[in-house]
């Protein structure tokens, strides 16, 4: 379709509250730096998510930098009497399900814990590349990354969910147990964070307008 | 595909849209560089290094040890342990180029970063019954270790030979070791107490096989303060299992601690009189006596070679038989052998004996010539006792079973005879056994046995199994009624089983409706944490800001 055809809010300078539901046309160009507020509810009025990019690329960067110790280091650690105590990482996991013959269960792994969220960091990149660039390549499928990854969002939490479990459940004193390691916290912060950049970053930035270039953020 | 129903151009608003309203008090922005969200990535990348550092700083260096097996070594799980503590574990064990002998790669902990030196020391430790303590019940399932004896040096090393025993003394540990022979392990192994008053004062190190003297050599470490109760006199025994002696005495049993009996054990004791000798020094030699007796027995001294040649059969005699003096044991039956006599047409039989004469004690001192070899004059002492009218004699030891004995003594009537040193081991004149005397002695243990009443026993026998069957037959109903006493038990042992079948797998049953209970608040749980996720996805900024204040009601309403 051929974006000159298409009327947008802002084009027409019109405001839809996010709360309420009600639109709003600005009459006059705002003085200064003073919000716009819904005449019903209050609530600040923006064509964009405000500093929507800015967020999002905060919160990939920290997302980004937290998967590696996620990875690297353990997430839980067993013991017991006969074994001593041993450490587990997600791949270590993910190679002791393969070596056991559970092909199935370690690919389970290996995407739930692995591949989506490094797959939704990479989703991420591109969209905030590509909306910083206010490039016009690809807009729909674009749109339909972004869903994706909207959808998405909750189910890396597994692992945790998992571990938080076992830690709750298997306690046998001096015989075993199991203890959530440092690995598991970056692991979980990897999975908010990539949620936090999803929601922060603003869908319309995929079509870029003139009226963004005043505010890029 | 929405472009049917939604066109690209705007359907005028319903209702004319009215203008935004601006607040009058226009709300000033206290910070105006960069956003806030940008203390999320700095923080980030702190955690991510503080857990990045921390994990490295508590991972020490990593070491190979070459090993001739890795039996029992698992990567991953075995332990290093110094001390008994835990201070690394095993990471990968791989086969040597040449496949000759296995890499064990370990990483140490940060904490004993400086046991990697020169001197340190490491070998494996098998499992075993480990009795070293009360404490040991769980090490009683524990797999091989690998044992470490830190060094002293300060040079810093990566490879290690390790020992394929364990170290003789350890490093700093305050004590003495000590090599005990012994022909017998028994039930003997590293880690076995070593027990002093059935105290444990020491362990086992390690022994080895010597092929070269076909004996044993133990290593034992005692434990500072009790080493300095081992002297040159001290003797050590195997106080493996438990011991039972039978003599005229009366049964005796005899049992180190319970752990010894398992696991096999080391004892010794100081003999009357040496407990004013100085200590043994660091790597005294001692020989291990199979048990107590024979350790505490006086020594032996070296033992007299002599032959006995009897003309009677000598069926009962056999090797290790005792050899007697007046009743006390001074000798063992070392072989026997037939002979031909041709002259006499006979076949003796020839035995040979070790005899001791330091058993002789007081005899032997106060009969002893002097002479220059020690050989010569206990010779010649028995040449002097022969001459008196010592004579060998095989005796019925043990009437039951016609075992026999060497007897020597001094039977009285008998032909002048000397000791035949004609061969290099001497032989004492013999006299015809004691089958004599025990003739008359048969003959009143036959006659009393015949005054035994067999006929009458036997009726009376008849009788109490008569009574017997009585007593049977009526008690059969109540053995019945027992018996279905012990039906009527298993059939509710089966009816309980049954109940605890349904009070499991019932729906209704409390398990299931608790687990069902805790899946539902998981469920209510993930409710409330999407809701939350939901928030933080409307107002991120919440994460770092706090929830906002509740809208402050605007200045002039909607209807103005
Ligand atoms: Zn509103």
Redesign the pocket.
């Known amino acids: 379709m051929s974006d000159a055809a298409v009327h947008t809010g802002s084009q027409m300078k019109l405001y839809g509250?996010?709360?309420?539901?009600?639109v709003?046309q600005l009459l006059r160009p705002p003085a200064g730096d003073a919000p716009l507020l819904?005449?019903?509810?209050?609530?600040p009025?923006h064509h964009r998510r405000p500093r929507s990019l800015q967020r999002t690329w905060a919160y990939l960067i920290a997302a980004s930098i937290l998967y590696i110790p996620a990875n690297l280091l353990p997430i839980m650690s067993t013991s017991n009497v006969f074994e001593g105590e041993t450490l587990h990482t997600i791949l270590g996991g993910i190679e002791e399900l393969r070596h056991g013959g559970d092909w199935m269960l370690a690919l389970i792994v290996f995407i739930a814990s692995i591949a989506v969220p490094l797959l939704k960091i990479g989703a991420l990149l591109v969209l905030a590349i590509t909306a910083q660039r206010r490039s016009r390549w690809k807009q729909v499928e674009r749109a339909q990354l972004y869903r994706m990854i909207e959808a998405v969002g909750h189910w890396s939490m597994l692992d945790v969910f998992v571990v938080v479990l076992l830690v709750g459940t298997i306690r046998f004193g001096a015989l075993g147990g199991v203890m959530p390691e440092p690995g598991l916290l970056a692991f979980g912060a990897v999975v908010v964070l990539t949620m936090l950049a999803a929601g922060s970053f603003d869908p319309r930035l995929i079509w870029p307008e003139e009226e963004d270039k005043d505010r890029p953020s | 595909m929405s472009e049917d129903t939604l066109g690209s151009t705007p359907p005028p608003p319903p209702t004319p849209p009215e203008p935004p309203v601006r607040p009058p008090t226009p709300v000033t922005r206290k910070w105006h560089g960069p956003s806030l969200v940008w203390l999320v990535p700095i923080v980030a990348l702190a955690v991510g290094v503080a857990l990045l550092i921390r994990a490295v700083l508590s991972t020490g260096p990593q070491v190979t040890i070459d090993f001739h097996s890795a039996s029992g070594l698992r990567p991953g799980k075995t332990e290093v342990r110094y001390k008994e503590v835990v201070v690394g574990r095993v990471e990968a064990v791989t086969l040597s180029e040449k496949r000759d002998h296995v890499q064990v790669t370990v990483r140490l902990d940060r904490s004993v970063s400086n046991i990697a030196v020169e001197d340190t020391r490491f070998w494996v430790v098998r499992p075993r019954i480990d009795t070293a303590g009360v404490s040991g019940i769980e090490t009683l399932f524990s797999g091989a270790y690998i044992g470490v004896d830190a060094g002293e040096s300060t040079k810093q090393k990566r490879h290690f030979t390790g020992l394929e025993n364990p170290p003789f003394v350890l490093r700093g540990e305050p004590g003495r070791g000590f090599v005990l022979r012994t022909e017998d392990l028994g039930s003997l192994d590293v880690g076995s107490p070593i027990l002093y008053k059935r105290n444990r004062v020491g362990r086992v190190v390690g022994y080895n096989l010597d092929p070269l003297i076909d004996e044993l050599s133990v290593q034992i470490f005692i434990e500072a303060p009790y080493d300095k109760l081992v002297n040159s006199q001290t003797r050590f025994w195997n106080a493996s299992g438990v011991e039972v002696s039978l003599n005229s005495s009366g049964l005796k049993v005899d049992t180190q601690t319970l752990a010894s009996v398992i696991s096999g054990g080391i004892s010794f004791e100081r003999p009357q009189g040496t407990q004013g000798l100085p200590p043994a020094s660091d790597g005294s030699r001692f020989k291990l006596f199979s048990d107590r007796k024979s350790a505490l027995a006086p020594p032996d001294g070296p033992p007299l070679r002599v032959r006995m040649v009897f003309d009677q059969s000598v069926r009962g005699l056999d090797i290790d038989a005792p050899v007697d003096f007046l009743g006390i044991e001074i000798g063992v039956i070392r072989a026997i052998r037939l002979d031909y006599d041709g002259k006499r047409k006979r076949f003796p039989v020839e035995v040979e004996a070790e005899i001791y004469p330091t058993r002789l004690g007081a005899v032997r001192d106060s009969m002893r010539q002097d002479g220059d070899d020690d050989k010569r004059r206990d010779t010649t002492l028995l040449q002097r006792l022969v001459q008196n009218g010592l004579r060998a004699q095989a005796r019925t030891g043990n009437l039951l079973t016609g075992q026999m004995y060497v007897a020597l003594d001094f039977p009285g009537k008998v032909q002048k005879a000397e000791l035949d040193t004609s061969t290099a081991i001497p032989a004492i004149p013999t006299v015809p056994g004691t089958l004599a005397d025990v003739q008359p002695q048969i003959a009143e243990i036959v006659a009393k046995v015949n005054k035994v009443p067999f006929d009458e026993i036997g009726r009376n026998l008849n009788e109490t199994l008569a009574q017997a069957n009585q007593a049977i037959s009526q008690l059969r109903p109540e053995a019945q009624a027992s018996l279905a006493e012990v039906r009527r038990t298993l059939q509710s042992v089966q009816e309980t089983l049954q109940r605890a079948d349904r009070s499991l797998l019932d729906p209704s049953a409390p398990i299931q409706r608790n687990a069902e209970q805790t899946l539902q608040d998981l469920q209510r749980a993930a409710q409330s944490l999407r809701v939350l996720t939901d928030y933080l996805q409307r107002h991120p900024e919440s994460l770092l800001r706090g929830k906002p204040d509740d809208a402050k009601i605007p200045a002039s309403p909607e209807r103005r």
């Open positions: 509250c996010p709360t309420c539901g009600r709003s819904c005449p019903r509810c209050a609530t009025l």
